[in-house]
């Protein structure tokens, strides 16, 4: 059973990159690993996924390592916007649904 | 809809009385999800719907707690008999298809608002 570790918080000066790092041992094989965004009264949002190495869009980076125990997401200069929490997810033992990890509350200051 | 819709968007309710939690997915998106987030902690997955496939109940704290789907559509979550714990901030996802095609790239989610229960 994968166990997803982050860490609790986090801050950050605007338009500092911000690097948010995931544990998540015991992935089966081929699960992605996913990260949403949450702000406060809404419902989380997809950022980005990746299975391996660097993963790259409009609004993040993803960098997975070789044994896929962990990954990073990376925010580029981040603004006071960025304020939310940050969750890594991985799919369930049984591969039905996707798991959240505590979360990760990043906190943007000017 | 444009996204996915829950009703009611707050329900206060007393110690151990029935409550019903509706979802409206986004239409087109075959696949389901219930989860439940308390004060200050991350996601807990509840319930998954696919199809006409049996649901994964996996995630369900206890018997107190059902859900279904009818027609493919429209959820409703049940919960009996509630109690102060069950409090909470209970979201619905859909995605087009399973989150997790056969354990490769996942599909994504789009959640609705979240009900807010307050158990008093």
């Known amino acids: 059973l994968a166990k997803i570790t982050q860490p609790i918080s986090m801050d950050s000066y605007e338009g500092q990159e911000v690097n948010i790092t995931c544990s998540h041992n015991n992935i089966a094989t081929n699960d992605y690993i996913t990260w949403y965004q949450q702000f406060p009264s809404q419902g989380p949002r997809f950022i980005i996924q990746g299975y391996k190495t660097k993963v790259t869009n409009e609004v993040a980076s993803l960098f997975i390592p070789a044994d896929r125990k962990s990954s990073t997401l990376s925010l580029p200069r981040v603004s006071l916007s960025d304020t939310a929490v940050y969750y890594c997810?991985?799919?369930?033992?049984?591969?039905?649904?996707?798991?959240f990890g505590k979360g990760t509350t990043l906190s943007v200051s000017s | 809809g444009a996204g996915v819709s829950q009703s009611p968007s707050n329900k206060v309710t007393e110690k151990g009385k029935d409550v019903e939690l509706r979802c409206d997915p986004i239409s087109g998106h075959t696949a389901l999800y219930w989860y439940r987030q308390s004060l200050g902690q991350g996601l807990e997955f509840l319930i998954y719907f696919q199809g006409n496939s049996a649901p994964d109940k996996s995630g369900l704290p206890s018997d107190r707690f059902s859900a279904e789907r009818t027609g493919g559509s429209v959820s409703t979550l049940t919960i009996q008999r509630t109690q102060q714990e069950d409090s909470a901030v209970y979201l619905c996802?859909?995605?087009?298809?399973?989150?997790?095609?056969?354990?490769?790239?996942?599909?994504?989610?789009?959640f609705g608002s979240g009900t807010q229960l307050s158990v008093l």
């Open positions: 996802a859909s995605s087009l298809a399973p989150s997790i095609g056969g354990r490769g790239e996942n599909e994504k989610l789009f």
């Open positions: 997810l991985v799919p369930n033992q049984a591969g039905t649904a996707l798991i």
